[in-house]
């Protein structure tokens, strides 16, 4: 029983460890960003992330733009995400915080 348990556990991270480095390549160009309406910072030290295209797997799905806080004092940069023209299609590039 317990084999069995931890044979299940192993299974399952590596799963979940498997995945979390899968990238997604497609094949068309993303539409250009649309104009964000930046709404009035929500308190000192927010950084704005501007709005991009998501892909569903379908299509192009906009996500508008947002407040962000910095998860760490330390960090006090965000790098914007932005998709990536490769010989095996388009690739999403994640954004980031930089100290």
Do not use: E, F
Request: hydrophobic residues 40%; aromatic residues 18%; glycine residues 10%.
């Amino acid at each position: 029983m317990a084999n069995r348990l931890l044979c299940k556990a192993l299974l399952g991270l590596a799963l979940a460890v498997g995945s979390a480095n899968a990238q997604v390549y497609v094949r068309t160009a993303p539409p250009p960003p649309r104009k964000d309406v930046i709404v009035v910072r929500p308190g000192p030290g927010y950084v704005w992330q501007a709005g991009y295209y998501r892909w569903d797997g379908r299509v192009y799905v906009w996500v508008p733009g947002r407040w962000l806080r910095p998860p760490q004092a330390y960090y006090h940069s965000w790098v914007p995400g932005y998709w990536k023209q490769t010989p095996r299609g388009w690739v999403w590039v994640q954004g980031h915080w930089v100290r």
